[in-house]
């Protein structure tokens, strides 16, 4: 026996079709959202961590050497030295990159310090002594060279 359905039982049927499936989509796109959502947050938060510890000048003394980069962020052959010395300390365990940001008030204090313009290079013994001032947009093979001088305790050849 089949029932003939009256156009309310209809009706009603189709509605809670349409509630079923929003609720398996729902199922689905919950939790891509929330996995999205915790990936995001976690990138932001690396991020911010990585961006601290990079301005952290706080290290200089600690037992490690340490290549200081008076920085603004507004300045394009600041962000090619960065780019260079980053590449350059990659591959070497003892070493800390720092950047000094002239436009904070530590960056602007540091820089006034050791009374050295934007672009320009410190390097620091494993005590905290400065050792040498690179002034200026350095070659990579520079940069290597003095970093392969700090990190072994020799003097880093005049550029």
Do not use: W
Not at 3 to 30: C, P
Not at 82 to 107: C, F, M, P, V
Not at 108 to 134: E, I, M, P, W
Request: glycine fraction near 6%; hydrophobic fraction near 35%.
């Amino acid at each position: 026996m089949s029932k003939k359905l009256s156009k309310a039982q209809k009706a009603k049927k189709a509605s809670e079709d349409r509630q079923s499936t929003l609720s398996r989509r729902k199922l689905i796109i919950i939790p891509i959202a929330a996995a999205v959502i915790g990936v995001s947050a976690f990138g932001i938060n690396a991020y911010e961590q990585n961006k601290r510890e990079l301005h952290d000048l706080a290290v200089i003394g600690n037992g490690t050497p340490t290549i200081v980069q008076v920085h603004d962020q507004s300045c394009q052959v600041c962000m090619r030295l960065k780019k260079l010395t980053k590449n350059s300390t990659e591959n070497i365990e003892n070493i800390q990159y720092r950047i000094a940001d002239i436009a904070t008030e530590k960056g602007r204090s540091f820089q006034q310090q050791y009374n050295v313009s934007k672009t320009t290079l410190l390097y620091f013994d494993a005590r905290g002594r400065h050792v040498h001032t690179q002034r200026g947009l350095q070659d990579a093979d520079t940069i290597q060279t003095s970093i392969e001088h700090l990190v072994s305790g020799k003097r880093i050849p005049a550029n």
